[in-house]
């Protein structure tokens, strides 16, 4: 995906907010967000974020930047705040 800092999401259900991670929001706050197989909640935070669903049948936030939201296979909600 071309992102500088991942983070993978484990198998199962979880929810993972952007700017959670002290390593990820040391690089500027683009985060960049992997869901899973489960059913993941990702949500995007401050910055250029990127949201990528799992398997699983994921919901996926865009934060207040400019993010990028990639479904998976699953059946994905996705959305993104007007700005």
Same mark, same amino acid.
């Given at each position: 995906?071309? @992102?500088?800092? @991942?983070? $993978?999401? $484990?198998?199962?259900? #979880?929810?993972?907010?952007?700017?959670?991670? $002290?390593? +990820? #929001? *040391?690089?500027?706050?683009?985060?960049?967000?992997?869901?899973?197989?489960? *059913?993941?909640?990702?949500?995007?935070?401050?910055?250029?974020? +990127?949201?990528?669903?799992?398997?699983g049948?994921?919901?996926? *936030? !865009?934060?207040?930047? #400019?993010?990028?939201?990639? @479904? !998976? $296979?699953?059946?994905?909600? *996705? #959305?993104v705040?007007?700005?």
């Open positions: 995906m071309g @992102c500088q800092s @991942c983070i $993978p999401l $484990p198998s199962g259900s #979880r929810t993972l907010v952007g700017g959670d991670f $002290p390593d +990820v #929001r *040391a690089r500027g706050g683009d985060d960049c967000l992997h869901g899973g197989s489960g *059913a993941d909640h990702l949500e995007g935070g401050r910055g250029k974020d +990127v949201l990528a669903g799992g398997s049948n994921d919901r996926l *936030a !865009g934060g207040p930047g #400019r993010d990028r939201i990639d @479904c !998976g $296979p699953g059946r994905d909600v *996705a #959305r705040q007007p700005g």
